[in-house]
């Protein structure tokens, strides 16, 4: 099991910034990547950005050059820089991580993060 506490949303005007974090506890050894995932209000959840065990990282293209995800292995926690933040940023950003060697999925509560125009 792994267990994740996301902080760090709030509301922000746009063209403001954010960080994010992601404590990630319990069998953290097994976590092969993790990454951050937002749902806006009748919208499917979709992946911002991830990165894996090797470092490389993954971006959706609404966000490459403004949103930066990073990792602090002896803190077990991942982070979200989103600078440049637009109204359509708003959404509940969630952590993700999964593990190996069978891929579960664990999901952390969400955070809000709301952008004012």
């Known amino acids: 099991q792994v267990q994740l506490v996301e902080s760090g949303g709030g509301l922000v005007q746009a063209g403001g910034s954010l960080r994010l974090s992601c404590a990630a506890s319990?069998?953290?050894?097994?976590?092969?990547?993790m990454g951050w995932y937002r749902q806006a209000p009748g919208k499917q959840r979709e992946l911002v950005a991830d990165?894996?065990?090797?470092?490389?990282?993954n971006y959706a293209d609404s966000v490459k050059g403004r949103f930066t995800i990073s990792r602090d292995n002896a803190k077990n926690t991942v982070y979200l820089q989103m600078n440049s933040l637009k109204p359509e940023d708003t959404a509940v950003y969630y952590c993700?991580?999964?593990?190996?060697?069978?891929?579960?999925?664990?999901w952390g509560q969400g955070t809000q993060v709301t952008v004012s125009s």
């Open positions: 993700n991580a999964v593990t190996s060697p069978f891929h579960f999925a664990f």
């Open positions: 319990g069998n953290i050894l097994s976590i092969h990547a």
């Open positions: 990165i894996s065990s090797p470092g490389s990282t």
